[in-house]
C-alpha cells in the first residue's frame, strides 16, 4: 500500500476541508477539519499506526517510532515530509513526543527537527449521528515557528497544502475501512 489515499482518482469528499491561518510575526498557525462519516475510533486506529503513516499521509516519506528517553509508555516518532515546488524539493525532519487522550485528541510537539519550534494536535470530535452514520470532526492544528533561514510564505502555502491532502487522504481511508475495506491497521505497539 502506498501513500493510502485510496486513489487519487477518487470522487470529491462529500464534505469540504475548513482550513484557517492565523500570523503573529514569522509564527503561524494553521488549523484544518473536516467531518467525516463513521465512527472516530475508525480514524483513531488510522492515527495512531504511527509507524505506516507514510504510507497514509501523502506528505510523509517517513515516519516511526523511536525509543523514548522516559521510557515505556511514552511515543516518540522520526517523521520527514517532502514536497514538490517549482521543481524543487521541501523537506522537513522532525522527531515529535507524542501524547494520546483517547478517543478525543494526540497532541504533539517538537523535541528536534528543522524548525524553530512546532506543536499541534489531530482533534476528534463525535457530532450527531446523520441518517444513523456516526459523524467525527477530525481536525488538525498547528502552530509552527521557521527557522529564520525559511521563507515563511513558502513554509505556510506547502503546509496549508499538505494539511488539505492529508486530511483528504485519511478522509477516504476512513470511508474505505468503514465501507468493510481491511485496511490491516491497528495501533502501533
Not at 482518482?9 to 464534505?15: A, G, H, M
Request: with cysteine.
Amino acid at each position: 500500500m502506498t501513500n493510502a489515499s485510496p486513489g487519487h482518482s477518487s470522487p470529491p469528499l462529500s464534505r469540504p476541508i475548513a482550513l484557517s491561518t492565523t500570523a503573529a510575526g514569522r509564527q503561524r498557525d494553521l488549523c484544518a477539519s473536516v467531518v467525516i462519516p463513521c465512527a472516530a475510533d475508525t480514524i483513531w486506529r488510522i492515527l495512531t499506526s504511527y509507524d505506516r503513516l507514510a504510507e497514509i499521509i501523502p506528505s510523509l516519506t517517513l515516519s516511526r517510532r523511536l525509543p523514548h528517553p522516559e521510557g515505556e509508555g511514552k511515543i516518540r516518532l522520526e517523521q520527514v515530509g517532502a514536497q514538490k515546488l517549482l521543481k524543487l524539493n521541501f523537506s522537513a525532519r522532525v522527531v515529535l513526543d507524542m501524547e494520546e487522550e483517547y478517543p478525543n485528541a494526540i497532541h504533539f510537539a517538537m523535541v528536534e527537527g528543522d524548525f524553530k519550534y512546532m506543536k499541534g494536535a489531530w482533534k476528534l470530535e463525535a457530532l450527531e449521528p446523520e441518517a444513523d452514520q456516526p459523524q467525527t470532526r477530525l481536525s488538525y492544528c498547528l502552530t509552527i515557528l521557521p527557522k529564520r533561514t525559511m521563507p515563511v510564505s513558502l513554509v505556510e502555502s506547502r503546509l496549508s497544502e499538505g494539511m488539505t491532502m492529508n486530511l483528504e487522504a485519511i478522509y477516504r481511508l476512513a470511508i474505505a475501512a468503514n465501507q468493510g475495506v481491511n485496511l490491516n491497521f491497528s495501533p502501533a505497539v
